[in-house]
């Protein structure tokens, strides 16, 4: 017990006299969006996030989820109030242990309104409680939550959270994550990182994740379903957990062929990209009708949709290359899109040269010679897409294609030093496309800014002479036998489920 020794009046004085920030007319309210130009609503201004403690419990049978977010952050600003983006019902928010007040604003924006301003620098302690049915939220039109028979999902890019988890959805904004849920027993709950414990009680069984690296909002998954949970831990030591759901039916064995790969491929993509940056790494096959998969940190969004023909390695391949290429080493803005998902591709490349189904060049020939001059592929620009084209084929093909031309002009081996050097240059953190032309630049001491014009900037097809390789083939080159499989693994992800 504490026992006031000041009369309620002077302390309410003396909180006054702190509180009330010498120039008050330098608070203000945060951005309501973090300033990327493709969606100028996502994220917030004002404060910056360390770590998310989400303790939920979900009940399958009405969707409801209901839970206690508390966020670790820091005000970048003097700051007046601050959104967080978020769907679900709030019924409170507490800022640094007082009760804040709060409001909905267009779309997602969730606006807290703290009982005095923060000045700049200040810790926050942002406690909020919700409630909610997930699947009945919507904005913009469209709701990325996706239920299942037994469960429900929370996997999509470039937003997810809204759903699930009040945040600062931005991957510029990276944070680590405590994902606590409490689900029926005999349901599972899967989410990144680790699983520190289970825990029963009265009918409900608490799974409890950390995920102790940084990780940006869209990266965070919920699982939850029937599933059968494999671990085991690949040669060089990486610990590997996977779930399937109890209900892939006959694809249950083409699903486990190619995701019980991941320690093994792992493994082979940390020759390229120095070692796996996480603590553990796995994948999960959920019973949704969805059709594209997502590199959700450490445990990656497979849908079944995508084993339907048969194994499909390739795929694994390119997610597991995105924990170094987008979860380790993470957008800046949406517009640098294609650190992502060319390298992702480009990755699926290697890896069928490796099995023997046809060379990173083939590939990049059947690209450069599979679409015509007229053909619209050619006006997407793979280093600025905008938001409608962000995940359009050619920032996957026509992107891993400009990296074959950049071998090309400066060479394996300071290709392989580039691609190796860039995660652990910008380890756990933020980059851009200009920061990796800069950096190729350094790497092989070759100007290069012609180069990522023509394949990257311009909206129209590479002349013949623009790289070396690609001089050779005009009429259509031979297709790799990998190549259907290729198409058949990022097959879909043009299909937002929006
Ligand atoms: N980054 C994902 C991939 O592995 C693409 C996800 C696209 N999003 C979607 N909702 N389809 O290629
Ligand atoms: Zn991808």
């Known amino acids: 017990m504490h026992r006031r020794i000041i009369a309620p009046g002077a302390l309410a004085a003396a909180s006054l006299l702190l509180a009330i920030p010498a120039s008050a007319a330098s608070y203000s309210p945060g951005a309501p969006g973090i300033g990327d130009p493709y969606y100028p609503y996502y994220g917030n201004g004002g404060y910056d996030v360390s770590h998310y403690d989400l303790r939920l419990r979900y009940q399958p049978t009405t969707d409801e989820l209901q839970g206690t977010a508390t966020i670790q952050a820091r005000t970048t600003q003097d700051l007046s109030r601050f959104d967080l983006d978020f769907l679900l019902d709030v019924s409170e928010v507490r800022v640094n242990g007082e009760r804040a007040s709060f409001a909905r604003a267009e779309q997602h924006e969730l606006v807290v309104t703290p009982k005095r301003p923060l000045p700049e620098g200040t810790p926050l302690t942002v406690v909020v409680r919700y409630r909610g049915v997930p699947s009945t939220k919507s904005a913009y039109g469209f709701t990325t939550w996706h239920r299942t028979p037994d469960g429900a999902v929370a996997a999509d890019e470039p937003e997810s959270a809204w759903w699930w988890f009040p945040s600062n959805d931005?991957?510029?904004?990276?944070?680590?994550?405590?994902?606590?849920?409490?689900?029926?027993?005999?349901?599972?709950?899967?989410?990144?990182?680790?699983?520190?414990?289970?825990?029963?009680?009265?009918?409900?069984?608490?799974?409890?994740?950390?995920?102790?690296?940084?990780q940006a909002t869209y990266l965070?998954?919920?699982?939850?379903?029937?599933?059968?949970?494999?671990?085991?831990?690949?040669?060089?030591?990486?610990?590997v957990i996977n779930?399937?759901?109890?209900?892939?039916?006959?694809?249950?064995?083409?699903?486990?062929?190619?995701?019980?790969?991941?320690?093994?491929?792992?493994?082979?993509?940390?020759?390229?990209?120095?070692p796996y940056p996480f603590a553990t790494a796995g994948g999960y096959v959920p019973n949704t009708t969805t059709g594209y998969a997502l590199e959700t940190q450490t445990r990656v969004y497979y849908s079944p949709k995508q084993f339907a023909k048969g194994s499909n390695p390739s795929l694994v391949?390119?997610?597991?290359?995105?924990?170094?290429?987008?979860?380790d080493v993470s957008l800046k803005g949406w517009k640098d899109i294609w650190l992502n998902e060319g390298f992702a591709t480009y990755a699926q490349w290697l890896w069928s040269e490796h099995e023997g189904e046809g060379t990173a060049q083939q590939?990049?020939?059947?690209?450069?010679?599979?679409h015509a001059a007229d053909d619209p592929f050619w006006t997407v620009k793979p280093g600025d897409p905008g938001p409608d084209d962000q995940f359009d084929d050619a920032v996957y093909d026509r992107g891993a294609a400009a990296l074959q031309a950049l071998r090309d002009e400066i060479g394996d081996g300071a290709f392989f030093r580039i691609l190796k050097g860039w995660p652990k240059a910008h380890a756990y953190g933020n980059a851009s496309v200009a920061d990796f032309e800069k950096y190729a630049e350094k790497i092989s001491g070759k100007p290069l800014a012609g180069l990522f014009d023509t394949w990257l900037y311009e909206p129209t097809k590479p002349s013949a002479g623009a790289a070396r390789s690609f001089t050779a083939t005009d009429a259509a080159a031979p297709l790799p036998k990998s190549w259907n499989q290729i198409e058949a693994a990022h097959g879909g992800h043009g299909t937002l489920s929006r």
Do not use: C, M
Request: charged fraction near 25%.
């Open 170 to 214: 931005h991957p510029s904004d990276k944070a680590t994550y405590d994902v606590s849920v409490a689900v029926p027993d005999g349901t599972q709950a899967v989410s990144n990182g680790t699983l520190r414990s289970t825990d029963a009680k009265r009918g409900w069984t608490r799974y409890s994740w950390r995920q102790d690296r940084p």
């Open 220 to 239: 965070a998954t919920l699982a939850i379903g029937k599933f059968d949970i494999t671990t085991s831990r690949s040669e060089r030591g990486v610990p």
């Open 243 to 274: 779930a399937y759901s109890k209900d892939l039916g006959a694809g249950a064995g083409a699903a486990r062929a190619s995701v019980e790969r991941t320690g093994e491929i792992v493994d082979w993509l940390s020759d390229y990209f120095g």
């Open 317 to 327: 391949v390119h997610e597991l290359a995105h924990q170094w290429y987008g979860d």
């Open 363 to 370: 590939l990049a020939d059947h690209v450069y010679s599979s």
